[in-house]
Nanobody, 124 residues
Framework: QVQLVESGGGSVQNGGSLRLSCAAS????????MGWFRQAPGKEREGVAI???????QYAESIKGRFTISEGDAKNTLYLEMNSLKAEDSAMYYC??????????????????WGKGTLVTISS
């Protein structure tokens, strides 16, 4: 069973930066689709950024130019560099992954595996 563990969340002031990390275990091969999603209280979950390995990278419009998704050197690790953070970025951030990429790998959240989340709080 694939397990995803996020880290790096915390509380920062408006305009600050955070770097989220995600490490996958329990799968010996490359997970072709990995991404970040978030959910704020009272709101629906939304896709933030996703890597469809070997195909493309997608970002939500609301975070373009401020967040950067990247793969780690170790297999099935993922990062999210978040800069110029705003209050509306406050949410629980989830790492998610799927074994296969392709057309199903996107910001809609149709993923096979999910982490438990890491909380990001931006204060003004």
């Amino acid at each position: 069973q694939v397990q995803l563990v996020e880290s790096g969340g915390g509380s920062v002031q408006n305009g600050g930066s955070l770097r989220l990390s995600c490490a996958a275990s329990g799968y010996p091969y490359t997970l072709s689709c990995m991404g970040w999603f978030r959910q704020a209280p009272g709101k629906e979950r939304e896709g933030v950024a996703i890597i469809n390995k070997g195909i493309n990278t997608q970002y939500a419009e609301s975070i373009k130019g401020r967040f950067t998704i990247s793969e780690g050197d170790a297999k099935n690790t993922l990062y999210l560099e978040m800069n110029s953070l705003k209050a509306e970025d406050s949410a629980m951030y989830y790492c998610a992954a799927s074994i296969w990429g392709g057309s199903d790998c996107g910001l809609t959240g149709n993923m096979d595996f999910w982490g438990k989340g890491t909380l990001v709080t931006i204060s003004s």
